[in-house]
Each structure stands twice: as C-alpha cells, then as structure tokens.
C-alpha cells in the first residue's frame, strides 16, 4: 500500500506540473512607447519649417520625406534648405543629397554633396554637417573648403553661424586668404 500511495502522489504530481506547463503564459503590459521599424508617413515634395517665436528660422524642402513620428526622425532626400536670421531675412542655402531630421528638436545632419551659399557669395562645401536650430550653430568633424572670393580655407572641426561669418576650423587648416584685411579685424 505504501508503494502504491507514492506512485499515485508521484503521478498526481507529474500531472500537475504537466498542466501548470501548459498554462497560458504571461502577457507582457502594454508599453506606453511603442517603436515602430515602419515609416508613419512618406511625401514628395515636402516642406518643413522651424520658427521662432512664429518667424520662420529655417525651411526645408525635399524631394521625398520619410517619417518615423514617433521617434522625432524623418530621412529627406533631395534637400533645399533656406536659412533666415532672427527677424527673418534670408542668409543662405544648403542643398544636401538627404538628411536626417529632428523636427521637435530642430535638428538637421545633412549627408552628401553638402552644400552651403550665402546671400553674400560664400561658400561651404562637405560630405556632412549638423544644424542645431535653437543654437544656430552648424558642426561637422569631416572636411570642409570655404571659398569666398579668391580666398579658400580647409579643415577639420568646423563650426560656424549659418551666415558663415564665425567661422572655426579646429584642425589640419590650410588655404590661401588674399584678402588679409579681414584677418587683421578679426583678431
């Protein structure tokens, strides 16, 4: 009878772990922030702006926008970008082939065939720059040439104001200024 009660409860309990396995298993709670791999929305020949207090700062046109909302992202292709000053007076343009963009946070890293020209006849050229919208700032570590007039500056480490009239090159700068008088007002 002993061996017998053992082999029973031995089988009941078998039974039961076979039925707790086969249980439902638990669901996770919903997350409250959902990433989705999927763009929310696609367009052609879109426009987005940043303002400052309702003054357009900077406007963005691509020939093809993808959107991913949720993550404050969208990839655009085929960039034309008009730069404006604080009371909103156009200053310069950058063409780009795509960049990445970070609308909340006004954000731009253009990739590509970068391409910046000020109402005034500068210009910056480069494989990639960030814009930093609120600060105004554009950055980049790779190369850039900045021509205006004769004059050509290349480096690495580049920052500047959107006008490229603060210019910084942190490293390997090289060129040929012709106009030194700028220099000597500058220092």
């Not at 156009?90 to 990445?100: E, P, R």
């Not at 970068?114 to 700032?137: C, F, K, P």
């Not at 900045?146 to 060129?175: A, C, H, K």
Request: charged letters at 25%.
């Amino acid at each position: 009878k002993v061996t017998a009660n053992r082999t029973i409860r031995l089988f009941i309990g078998i039974a039961l772990l076979g039925l707790a396995g086969c249980a439902e298993p638990e669901t996770p709670a919903p997350s409250t922030t959902t990433i989705h791999l999927f763009p929310t929305s696609e367009a052609t020949n879109a426009t987005t702006v940043f303002l400052t207090e309702s003054i357009i700062t900077t406007r963005i046109q691509s020939g093809r926008i993808i959107s991913y909302s949720d993550q404050d992202s969208a990839w655009a292709y085929g960039l034309h970008v008009d730069f404006y000053d604080r009371l909103g007076k156009h200053t310069s343009t950058l063409k780009a082939d795509s960049a990445l963009i970070r609308e909340r946070a006004r954000l731009l890293e253009g990739f590509g065939n970068v391409r910046i020209v000020t109402d005034d006849r500068r210009t910056l050229e480069s494989s990639h720059l960030a814009w930093d919208d609120v600060g105004r700032l554009i950055t980049t570590d790779s190369l850039v040439t900045i021509t205006r007039d004769q004059d050509v500056m290349r480096g690495y480490g580049f920052s500047s104001d959107p006008e490229l009239t603060r210019i910084r090159l942190r490293r390997q700068v090289s060129g040929r200024i012709t106009d030194t008088e700028v220099i000597e007002d500058s220092l």
